[in-house]
T-cell receptor, first 113, second 113 residues
Framework: KNQVEQSPQSLIILEGKNCTLQCNYTVSPFSNLRWYKQDTGRGPVSLTIMTFSENTKSNGRYTATLDADTKQSSLHITASQLSDSASYIC????????????FGTGTRLLVSP | EPEVTQTPSHQVTQMGQEVILRCVPISNHLYFYWYRQILGQKVEFLVS????????KSEIFDDQFSVERPDGSNFTLKIRSTKLEDSAMYFCASISGGTKGYTFGSGTRLTVV
């Protein structure tokens, strides 16, 4: 079954600290892996996209890693800001010809002052 | 930056009524999608649409659902007879092709009472 699992479910960190979110997937056939940020009541916004051959992708303070052999990914957030408070969703794109996305349940991050 | 626009942002309807959710994808995009997110749950794929026909649909997308691209710019999701369990955020998305460029709208919150 095609699944994307994330941990932790929720996380509270102090402003300025770093954190790492984890993602495991069993989606096949694999096309690419994306990390999205979703604010409450809003649509997901793309942070990074990685294909099979990419191990690391950075976008500002966000750095994603991908291990296609173990089917694991992580999202590292550096020097967190209050505005980073949101849900972070790991999404795997299935290469069925039409790029169907399989979503994880997300990690809800709260950055406190 | 081009956006996917969804209207209305919030719709309240009585059980059994028909609703039409509207989306204006990015103009040069070719693939269109509807996803939904029940409160507190993960985003789920509903349907993909390409070349004026459904290319793939999930088991959620039963006979009560239909999609249309009536005028070459709008992309609509119709629910014929709404049920309480249809209450969710509905997200429209479009891509130009290839493996990247997935853009989500801000969503329509549907509340069935």
């Amino acid at each position: 079954k095609n699944q994307v699992e994330q941990s932790p479910q929720s996380l509270i960190i102090l402003e300025g600290k770093n954190c790492t979110l984890q993602c495991n997937y069993t989606v096949s056939p694999f096309s690419n892996l994306r990390w999205y940020k979703q604010d409450t009541g809003r649509g997901p916004v793309s942070l990074t996209i990685m294909t099979f051959s990419e191990n690391t992708k950075s976008n500002g303070r966000y750095t994603a890693t991908l291990d296609a052999d173990t089917k694991q990914s992580s999202l590292h957030i550096t020097a967190s800001q209050l505005s980073d408070s949101a849900s972070y969703i790991c999404v795997v794109s299935q290469n069925t010809g039409f790029q169907k996305l399989v979503f994880g349940t997300g990690t809800r991050l709260l950055v406190s002052p | 930056e081009p956006e996917v626009t969804q209207t209305p942002s919030h719709q309240v309807t009585q059980m059994g009524q028909e609703v039409i959710l509207r989306c204006v994808p990015i103009s040069n995009h070719l693939y269109f999608y509807w996803y939904r997110q029940i409160l507190g749950q993960k985003v789920e794929f509903l349907v993909s649409f390409y070349n004026n026909e459904i290319s793939e649909k999930s088991e959620i997308f039963d006979d009560q659902f239909s999609v249309e691209r009536p005028d070459g710019s709008n992309f609509t999701l119709k629910i014929r007879s709404t049920k309480l369990e249809d209450s969710a955020m509905y997200f429209c998305a479009s891509i130009s092709g290839g493996t990247k460029g997935y853009t989500f709208g801000s969503g329509t919150r549907l509340t069935v009472v």
